[in-house]
Structure formats: C-alpha cells, structure tokens
C-alpha cells in the first residue's frame, strides 16, 4: 500500500497556499478560480453540442403533436430507473399522457433493447421506443423494432462498438463524432438534455400557449438527475458537479419528488441536509435493490409517485429487498473468500493472478456486481464475478455439494470492477479481438463492465483475460494506492471544518471528498456490534498544548490488527458531521489504519 499527499495543481501563489482548509483542498484538485465554484444551470455545456439531439427533439415534437405511444426502456440500475422516470415525468409534463415504460426483467430478459424485449413491448402496442440508459449495442434489438413499424431513438452513455443500431436518432456524448465537451453524462443526464430540447423547441413553437397548457419547468426534475448521477458512479467534472449540486438544493430546500423524499426517510437520512454520499449509500443502494433481487419496476414506481404514503410504502418495500440483497451478499462474500484460498493454495503459491475470476452455480446473477466490486476493494485486482444467465438454471443444495457441475450451465454472466489502471472495457474489446470465439457479448465502461459466455468457456477465458492483462501490467499497476490531502492542523478538527467540506461541492468520482492522514493517540476504544470501532483520538502534534481529542468511528476492521489503547497510529481518514438526536458534532471517520 502507497500513500501519496496531493498537491496543488496549477499556479498556486503563497496566499493561496496559506488560505484556508477549504481554499487548499480546491487547489488539490485543480480549481483555483471561484467561476469553477458557481454550479449555476448557465454554465451547463449547451444542449445543440450533442450529436443527433436535434433529430431526436424533431421526432420525439412530432409524435407528441400527432398523439403517438410512446415507450421508454430502461436499465434495471439507478441510473436506468431515474432515467426512465425522469422521461416518463417530463412527457407528462409537456401534456403528452400517451407514454409508458418497460424495463427488461434482467432474469428473463437481460440487458438493453434485445429482440426478446422487443417483442414484449409490443403489449403496448407503441409508435415510437425510446430508450434510456442503453441501446448503443442493441443492433439486432433496433432492427426487430423498425421491422416491427416502429420509430427508435436511443440514449445512452456507454461506449459505442465500431458498428452502430440502425435508430432513427442516437444521442450518446460517447459515440464517434460527437463533440460534447463533457463525455461523462450519466443515462439520467442524457436524457434530461433531450427532454430540455423538445421543452425549448415546443415553447419556440408556442405549442404550450396553443394548446392551453401550462408551460412546465423540467428543472424540478433535477433531483432525479442528481440521484441517477451519483449512483451510477460517473465522473463528477465540472458539467455534472453542476447538474448535481443543482439537483441536491431542490432536496435542500424541500422541492424533491414523493419518492425521493421517501427513499431518505427509509434509509434514516435527513433531506433538508442532503449531500452526495446521501444518494450513493442510501437512496442509490435501495433503488439497485429492486433490479438486482427482483424487478426494477417497484423502483420505478417510486420515484414516480406522488403521493406520499404510497412513495413510502413502496420504499419500504425496496428497503425490504435491499435488506434481502444484503444477506445474499454476505453468504457469496464468505464463499467467495473460501475459493480465493483455494485459488491462492491450488496455483498461486502465494499470488494472486492479474484477474480475479470466480463463478460459482448458486450465486445470484442480481449482486454479482456487488461481491466483485467487495473483492476488488480487498485484492486491488480487476475482479469478474460470474453466475447462470438463466435465473432458473442454478443448482440445488444437493447438486451443489458434487462441485458445481459447469456442464450443467450454458451460459453465464460476468459482472467486472476495476482498478485505476486498468480499463477493463478495453480489455474486454482486446480478449474479443484475440479470441473471437469466447464472448457472447460484452460493454461497459473503465471501471464496471458486463459480459456473457459459454459456461465451458471460462477457464479458457480466465486464461485469456489474465494474458491480455499482464501484457499491459508494470511493477505499479497493482499497486494499492491512497490520496490523502495531508495533515490536519490542531485547529482544523472543528465541526466547521467539517460543514464546510461538506457543502463546499458535490464530492464524487474523479472529484472525490477530503480524506487526510494524521498520528493520533488512542485515548479510548470501544468494539460495535463485533466489527466496527468507536474511538477516542487525540492528535499527535508537536506544540506543548496538548491537542483537544476527538470522535472516531471505524467500520467493518480487523479486529486483531489494531493496537490497544495508549498506542500511537496512523490513521486515513475523513471529517464528517455526525447528526444524532438533532444535535451535530464532528467525527472522523476512519478509512485505513496506515500504521
């Protein structure tokens, strides 16, 4: 493990280096103009810079104004559910009623507009698909759809193949030509652009006032925005830093939809405080419950509702299934433990391989996302977590206890994390080149991608994936790296400190929260619940005065590898406000024991 202390990027004056706490961690993160500060709509990149948006807007007019079925389908994670919602909400909002939504069942149906899912939609019997979140390899999907009659405008994010759909519009910041500045949009942010466009062309038509409807406001629905960006883990630069702070003082201020609001009651969070690790670890993980244990749809519903016992209700029924997601979690976590000290005593000799790749017939297609991104954070390897594509193909107790017998499997399913260093999507596209044979499919991004093969595939895969990796690797890629934005002075352990950092900006991907790294004292220490620590720190400085102590809580540690009390250690760790009882006090909490 390597600790490395940021520094200022840029031209950096001795004022500035002196200024205060807020004014440094800016600096560490290359922001040293105020203008870069101000999250105002008006800084947005415009709308006209994404390719094929003013096709889209045309198409998605006309089908308003001669009445067309619409269909949005989206994604079974955060980012697809916000999405669908937002368009299902904005067409709403523009007077068109005639819209509806479908979300491929990931156990049935998969990922994306597949011809399967096409033929499902014909239930609705639409004009016109619109898809959210997905679509940029659904090349078959879109020709079943046109072969079908019906219009196709795709919206997405993820990074395009050499060939694309045949849709009648594509609008993706990814795709080749386009000239967005910001290539990082979410599905959610994608779509919102798009329904800002068809909003301004309809009121330079005066189609509102003609029709006597109210001109509506499509930046409430910037909540949603906010959400699907934070859960979806894409890089917060500085057009989706706005997108999301914008979005995070609508909850601020007591403007969020019924479901949103429901999501921070179930999860125990205070709303009128809400900051972006709000979204990621409480409303994000109870919406991925649904898609991940069951049906994305109950979260769907959610964050459509308006009203505000039927928003709770169905929260506490995602909060249910995350519960469930939970425990099904846990029991893969210590199987996959077990197998990776099989791995490491079978072949290693004491080596891990430059992929992990681990599959067991029982395991839940719904949180294989979830163990390989828990083994990765523990390994620091790009990790691929495999199960049966089909939900109802995985093995029983007693079949299980024979050893997972891999020819009773046809395909399976592989969701990947990666490290820093490697980008795994890529990856993915060389295996595909090198052995054309192996992958059904595959996409993605950098860090979290999907794939599917032929269960007799995977040691040949294994194989394959592991080459392609070392042939890129260097003594550094795995090397387990943490920043730190250096030490915290006597006076910097306040709980003003603290509520500066955390409404200064939206933390996040590629913009991530303050974390710092001091010695301390351990003044007193007390074991939760069998794993977590709550802690009594004093500041190890150097002046006479001793420093005054501090709060600390340490989640899910080693036990036998922390020192007692009275010890001196090194921690990494971040100020948070902690809200108990109305009353808010500074706490640290701890992020690695360094020493």
Avoid at 124 to 135: A, K, Q
Avoid at 575 to 587: I, K, P, S, W
């Amino acid at each position: 493990m390597k600790i490395i202390r940021r520094k200022p990027i840029g031209n950096i004056s001795q004022a500035q280096n002196q200024a205060s706490l807020l004014a440094r961690v800016f600096a560490m993160r290359g922001i040293n103009d105020q203008a870069e500060l101000v999250f105002e709509l008006k800084n947005l990149h415009p709308i006209s810079k994404l390719k094929g948006i003013q096709t889209a807007t045309d198409l998605v007019i006309e089908a308003i104004k001669t009445k067309q079925r619409l269909l949005i389908i989206g994604d079974f994670d955060a980012d697809g559910a916000t999405s669908t919602a937002l368009a299902v909400r904005a067409l709403r909002l523009m007077g068109h009623d005639m819209v509806d939504y479908l979300v491929p069942n990931r156990f049935e149906f998969g990922y994306g507009l597949t011809p399967e899912i096409v033929v499902e939609a014909q239930k609705f019997s639409p004009d016109m698909i619109i898809t959210v979140d997905n679509g940029i390899s659904s090349i078959k999907g879109v020709e079943q759809a046109k072969a079908q009659g019906c219009k196709v405008i795709i919206t997405d994010h993820h990074l395009p193949a050499k060939n694309l759909p045949d849709a009648d519009a594509i609008i993706n910041p990814n795709q080749h030509g386009d000239k967005f500045p910001s290539k990082n949009l979410a599905g959610v942010g994608v779509i919102f652009y798009l329904m800002l466009s068809v909003k301004s062309s309809l009121h330079k038509q005066n189609y509102f006032a003609d029709n006597n409807l109210a001109e509506p406001n499509l930046t409430e629905l910037l909540d949603l925005v906010a959400l699907g960006t934070v859960a979806d883990v894409v890089p917060l630069d500085q057009n989706n830093r706005i997108l999301v702070e914008q979005g995070l003082r609508r909850m601020r201020g007591g403007m969020a939809c019924e479901g949103i609001n429901a999501l921070f009651r179930i999860g125990k969070r205070n709303i009128r405080n809400a900051v972006s690790s709000d979204l990621g670890f409480a409303c994000g993980p109870r919406l991925n419950a649904a898609g991940r244990m069951d049906d994305m749809s109950l979260g769907i519903e959610c964050l459509l509702s308006n009203d505000t016992q039927q928003a709770m209700d169905l929260a506490s029924a995602l909060d249910d299934l995350n519960i469930e997601r939970r425990a099904t979690e846990d029991s893969m976590k210590a199987e996959a433990m077990i197998l990776l000290e099989e791995l490491d005593d079978d072949k290693l000799s004491g080596d891990l391989p430059p992929v992990i790749c681990l599959y067991k017939a029982s395991w839940h297609q719904g949180v294989i996302g979830i163990l390989a991104a828990r083994v990765r954070e523990r390994y620091n390897r790009p990790t691929i977590i495999f199960a049966p594509a089909d939900a109802s193909t995985p093995l029983s107790t007693s079949a299980l206890a024979e050893g997972d017998a891999i020819s009773e499997i046809s395909e399976i399913k592989g969701s990947a994390r990666s490290i820093s260093t490697i980008h795994i999507r890529d990856i993915f596209d060389e295996v595909a080149t090198l052995h054309p044979h192996l992958l059904n499919k595959f996409g993605g991004h950098a860090m979290a991608a999907g794939l599917s093969l032929e269960a007799s595939k995977l040691d040949e895969f294994t194989q394959a994936i592991c080459d392609v990796v070392q042939s890129h690797a260097n003594e550094d890629t795995f090397q387990e790296i943490h920043y730190s934005d250096g030490e915290l002075q006597p006076d910097d352990f306040a709980l003003k400190s603290a509520d500066d950092l955390r409404y200064a900006a939206p933390w996040g991907q590629h913009f991530p929260a303050p974390v710092f790294d001091n010695r301390f004292t351990i003044v007193n220490k007390r074991l939760l619940k069998d794993k977590h620590y709550k802690l009594v720190l004093r500041p190890v400085v150097s002046a006479k005065t001793p420093a005054q102590t501090v709060d600390a809580i340490a989640f899910n540690i080693d036990i036998k590898s922390w020192p007692e009390e009275g010890d001196e250690v090194h921690l990494l760790y971040r100020l948070e406000v902690n809200e108990f009882r109305d009353a808010c006090t500074l706490q640290l909490m701890v992020e690695r024991l360094l020493a």
